[in-house]
Nanobody, 124 residues
């Protein structure tokens, strides 16, 4: 069992930056691939970024590539999402998710544990 708690969301202007954090509790955090997802009002939850259990491999959806960076610190049971050059279309609730398999996937249904989400609002 893994519990995930996100933090770091807020209101930011277009072009600004935010750093989201996800604190994980439970055993064997380093065995899990991790992902960040987001859900805007009226839209389905979508994959944003993923990282393998060692942190060696990362993957991003096209709209955030070059602007967002996912990272993890297995010693601290933490996952981060650094978001730069934010746009209004990045406005959403952002969720951290864990997968009991060490490899990245973009499929929402493949993740086993979810946080409660943190709101990110980008104003123009």
């Amino acid at each position: 069992q893994v519990q995930l708690v996100e933090s770091g969301g807020g209101l930011v202007q277009t072009g600004g930056s935010l750093r989201l954090s996800c604190a994980a509790s439970g055993r064997a955090f380093s065995d899990y691939a991790m992902g960040w997802f987001r859900q805007a009002p009226g839209k389905e939850r979508e994959f944003v970024a993923g990282i393998s259990r060692t942190g060696r491999n990362t993957y991003y959806t096209g709209s955030v590539k070059g602007r967002f960076t996912i990272s993890r610190d297995n010693a601290k049971n933490m996952v981060y999402l650094q978001m730069n050059s934010l746009k209004s279309e990045d406005t959403a609730v952002y969720y951290c998710a864990a997968r009991r398999v060490p490899f990245i996937t973009i499929a929402t249904v493949e993740y086993d544990y979810w946080g409660q989400g943190t709101q990110v609002t980008v104003s123009s």
